[in-house]
Nanobody, 117 residues
């Protein structure tokens, strides 16, 4: 079964940057539309960004447009999320998975991002 491992989170001040990585245990997901999601305390998990297999088609939730950049390296089975100009409201556990629910695999542990004001 494909496993997803997220890393790169941490504690950062508002205005700072972090780069998240998500490594898949198999190349299966290389052809999938992959996404980053986040879940803040007491809230539902929400979509953040997605990228298609070629990297040509990309979408973001409005609240992160212009600040976050999603990318992927198929040779490394890895999807990245560069997060700049972070805000306290970005504080959440970040997860990656297939963007389409019908293609999703079991969720990983996620990586905690905490932005202090």
């Amino acid at each position: 079964q494909v496993q997803l491992v997220e890393s790169g989170g941490g504690l950062v001040q508002a205005g700072g940057s972090l780069r998240l990585s998500c490594v898949a245990s198999a190349r299966t997901l290389n052809n999938y539309y992959m996404g980053w999601f986040r879940q803040a305390p007491g809230k539902e998990r929400e979509f953040v960004a997605a990228i298609n297999w070629s990297g040509v088609s990309i979408e973001y939730v409005d609240s992160v447009k212009g600040r976050f950049t999603i990318s992927r390296d198929k040779a490394k089975n890895t999807v990245y999320l560069q997060m700049d100009n972070l805000k306290p409201e970005d504080t959440a556990v970040y997860y990656c998975n297939a963007a389409r629910r019908s293609s999703q695999v079991p969720w990983g542990q996620g990586t905690q991002v905490t932005v202090s004001s």
